[in-house]
């Protein structure tokens, strides 16, 4: 008896060997992760889709089992996050509480956040509320984790214990730490979304596309985090095999420019297109923008304009970027650049003009076409080729 339950311990009822058991790690987390980005953060936070009630309730339950999380609680966390993203009220913003501090206990914020009785008030509208979860998901939170713990030694052993482990860890780290943590402080951007959003790889399985942030930030509500040829969101493609299998609606996803062939007039469907797709064109305008100042410090170099040269190569990293996201020092260095380029000055001129049309909520659908006539018009009117052809794109948006 003593030998049998010493076997069992050792084991399991699987007795699998390293191999599997590494295996078997591998897909569970992955079915967590997934039911992550899918259920709770693109279903249920952002509403980019529907899921059918039965794969809905799976991640639910598989959630609860494996990170004793709460539907409603994650929900309402990450949309105040979107609401108050970079200040002082964002739960889990590196740029306000520090790197170090999301990274490493980023799970620990997630939990003060959970007990914020506004937050959750304010921003859980719309979540489960029936009677399981009401009365043993949130009534029971420890106990779904505490069954998954019982589940692995019964299947693996003591070993059971470390894949246990794995799992309870792999959310607070991918999660709450490398996503809520560098996803807003290191990477590549494709947008110039108003906060620090990044993109962390271009392409991932580990965080099931979560790591295309800066995408995410930029169309919050669409089911596809992609957006580049080169980039891979594999929640997508989970997305798209449940569709085909009914099991998923898609609501929304991040517009796609078209581009009409031989059209030039400026009309109301163009200037649709043109709002609709006004992240996409700001961040091809500020790809111009780079161009024009690698080649007009090339240009100072070559005519030996050493001090010109000198005052303008400093700004090589942020001269692209918005006004509004400078610093005071750099702010201030704007004018010197000015003086020694008028193509540089008519380039950011062109673009906060073309950036504040975004804003003005007021106008009327006349009023904003009107202007993005004028602009297109003062673009073609410049003589610096780049700006013309950028002219000419705009009134071929369809």
Known sequence: MLNSLLDFLAHGLLRFSWWQLVIYTLVVTHVTIIGVTV??????????????????HFFRFWLWMTTGMLTGQWAAIHRKHHAKCETEEDPH?????????????????YRVEAKNEETMRKFSHGTPNDW????????????????????????????????????????????AGVV??????????N?????????????????GGEELHNNHHTYATSAKLSNKWYEFDIGWMYIRVMSACRLATVKKVAPTPRLGSGKLVLDQDTLQAVLANRYEVMARYGKALK???????????????????????GAR??????????DEPQKRQLPQIFANS????????????????????????????AQLQDWCHRAEQSGIKALQEFALRLRRYA
Request: proline share 3%; with cysteine; charged share 20%.
């Open 39 to 56: 259920y709770l953060h693109r279903c249920q936070a952002h509403r980019a889709l529907d899921l059918h009630p039965a794969v809905s």
């Open 93 to 109: 913003s590196p740029q306000t509480r520090g790197i170090w501090k999301v990274l490493l206990e980023g799970a620990e914020l």
């Open 132 to 175: 399981i979860e009401r009365n043993v998901y949130t009534k029971f939170p420890i106990l779904g984790v505490s069954l998954m713990m019982v589940l692995n030694v019964a299947l693996f052993g003591v070993v059971g214990l470390t894949v246990w482990a794995v799992q309870m860890v792999w959310i607070p780290f991918w999660a």
């Open 180 to 189: 809520n943590g560098l996803a807003h402080f290191w990477g590549y951007r």
């Open 191 to 207: 947008f110039n979304s108003a906060d620090a959003s990044t993109n962390i790889f271009p392409w991932g399985i580990l965080i």
């Open 291 to 313: 161009r024009a100042y690698r080649q007009e410090l090339a240009h100072l170099k070559e005519v030996g304009a050493r001090e010109k040269y000198q005052v303008m190569r």
């Open 317 to 326: 990293n942020w001269f692209h970027k918005e006004e509004a996201g400078l």
């Open 342 to 369: 008028q193509k540089l000055r008519t380039y950011i001129e062109l673009r906060n003009e073309l950036a504040a049309m975004w804003e003005r909520s007021n106008a009327s659908r006349e009023q904003l076409l």
